[in-house]
């Protein structure tokens, strides 16, 4: 890894420790990473980008072997219908590729943070570091603190 990304920076400020994860960047998604690295699906986060019809974009990390209920995030958020941004319009929303989108690299966007509750039964996640390749591994706590995530049932 050649620098340090923002995330890191980030969590660096915050004091949270954490484990950089490298894997191939042509590995797109959470259980493709899961199975790279020998670790649970349960673990392992992605993050969704969900387009509200009122609002800004929402960011939702879901275990990376779960689908996203939209009603049940509609719901969860207060909002009457949302969607799944398409690949391109995710990367536009968020200058992030898919496969790297992170909460975490994407703090100064302000985007709301959602967590899907099962990641509470967790003591550490696997999240994107905001860049293809490379995971971050943190506490639930420390995650939810640093996004200002609300937990919430999305799946």
Not at 77 to 89: C, L, S, Y
């Amino acid at each position: 890894m050649a620098s340090k990304l923002n995330s890191m920076r980030i969590l660096d400020q915050q004091n949270v420790n954490y484990q950089v994860h490298e894997f191939p960047d042509t590995i797109h998604s959470a259980m493709g990473m899961a199975d790279q690295l020998g670790r649970p699906y349960e673990m392992v986060y992605k993050t969704l980008v969900v387009l509200p019809a009122q609002g800004r974009p929402m960011l939702v990390m879901i275990a990376g072997h779960r689908e996203l209920d939209l009603k049940k995030l509609a719901q969860a958020t207060g909002q009457k219908k949302v969607r799944m941004a398409p690949h391109k319009e995710a990367e536009r929303l968020t200058g992030l590729q898919t496969g790297g989108i992170s909460a975490l690299a994407l703090l100064h966007k302000n985007f709301p943070v959602y967590l899907d509750r099962p990641a509470l039964a967790l003591e550490r996640i696997l999240v994107s570091a905001g860049q293809r390749g490379l995971n971050l591994e943190l506490p639930v706590p420390d995650l939810i603190r640093v996004t200002q995530a609300q937990v919430i049932e999305a799946t």
